[in-house]
């Protein structure tokens, strides 16, 4: 049986419709499935917790976005239950990664093919001892106060409505560099420490893209076994606008002043005063915070020519 995980709220109430035109799709084909169309995280963890501990699970299924993903990492990282995804968020980075497509009856297509790759899981550990578990990559600093600015306001819902999900995120981050001060942040990969006196932001990355399609660790592959780390520094407001628009083709990279890329197996941030960290862009806690990578946690259903 394939288990389905709706987050019916996802893309401002996409999952809902998304789920009706899979379920004919399910019906047509006789394949077995049940469906959980889950309110919150939290509900979400408990049901599919008893349904995976009952067994005979042959896959577990989102109609979500990344933050209904990252929510049941807990539960099926490690497993081995091949895990799917029919994208119906906003900014949909898991999709765009691995390639599936946003056509949802093709996303069920490679759901039921059943062919799976091992991807690499990134493990956090944040100020008091929280932990959690991201699929594409833990924004910390300016990032974090754009994900905190986008997550719940009325201008995602517009944009989820008109189908321009990402552009959230591009208003998001001018209202937060209106009010986000860089401060001075060490970044230590492989124990070795990096200092910046003006630190913007921090992205830890398993994956190239986040934020709704910045690449912001190009050369990142899912199943490479390492964390990327791409850190912003001592530039004006202005060089971020300008800089903002090279992290759609990842061009950023060259601007080695102001842009530096480390990779490794383990990350810690830590700034001066506490900034907010969202992975997946769900909350993460805030600094200091630890990522470590974890090769191979999760089978992902993949496209057989992926
Ligand atoms: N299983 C779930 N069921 C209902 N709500 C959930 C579930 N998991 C997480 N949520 C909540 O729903 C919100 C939106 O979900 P999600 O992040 O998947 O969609 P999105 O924000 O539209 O897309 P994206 O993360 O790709 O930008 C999450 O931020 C979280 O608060």
């Known amino acids: 049986m394939i288990l389905f995980v709706v987050n019916e709220k996802s893309g401002n109430g996409r999952g809902k419709k ?35 501990q009952r067994g005979r699970l042959k896959a577990v299924a989102v109609i979500g976005g990344d933050g209904t993903l990252h929510g049941l990492l807990p539960i099926i990282a490690g497993t081995g239950i091949p895990y799917g995804l029919i994208p119906s968020g906003s900014g949909n980075d898991t999709s765009r ?34 932990e959690q578990r991201t699929l594409t990559a833990v924004a910390i600093g300016l990032d974090g106060a754009v994900a905190a600015d986008v997550n719940g306001s ?28 860089p401060r001075p942040i060490t970044v230590t990969v492989d124990g070795i420490p990096h200092e910046f006196s003006q630190g913007w932001l921090s992205v830890i990355a398993s994956g190239p ?18 964390l990327h780390v791409c850190v912003v520094h001592n530039c ?34 830590r700034s001066e005063f506490p900034m907010l960290a969202f992975g997946d862009g769900e909350p993460s806690g805030v600094t200091p915070i630890t990522a470590v990578v974890r090769p191979g946690q999760l089978d992902f259903l993949i496209a057989v020519s992926g």
């Open 18 to 52: 998304i789920w009706a035109a899979v379920e004919e799709k399910l019906k047509a084909t006789g394949t077995a499935y049940e469906k959980l169309a889950t309110v919150s995280e939290a509900d979400a963890v408990d049901r599919v917790r008893d349904i995976v």
């Open 154 to 181: 009325r201008y995602k819902r517009w944009c989820n409505k008109l189908r321009i999900g990402s552009f959230a995120y591009i208003i998001g981050l001018f209202r937060a560099l209106a009010m986000f001060k």
């Open 209 to 226: 893209s986040y934020g709704g399609g910045l690449r912001i660790c190009p050369d990142a592959r899912p199943d490479d076994g390492k």
């Open 97 to 130: 990664t691995l390639g599936i497509p946003a056509d949802p009856l093709r996303a069920l297509d490679i759901i039921l093919a059943g062919k799976t790759r091992a991807i690499d899981l990134l493990e956090t550990t944040a100020e008091g001892g929280i």
């Open 236 to 269: 004006s407001v202005g060089r971020i606008l300008l800089v903002f628009p090279t992290l759609l083709t990842g061009g950023h990279v060259k601007r080695t002043r102001y842009v530096t890329i480390l990779s490794g197996s383990s990350a810690t941030v």
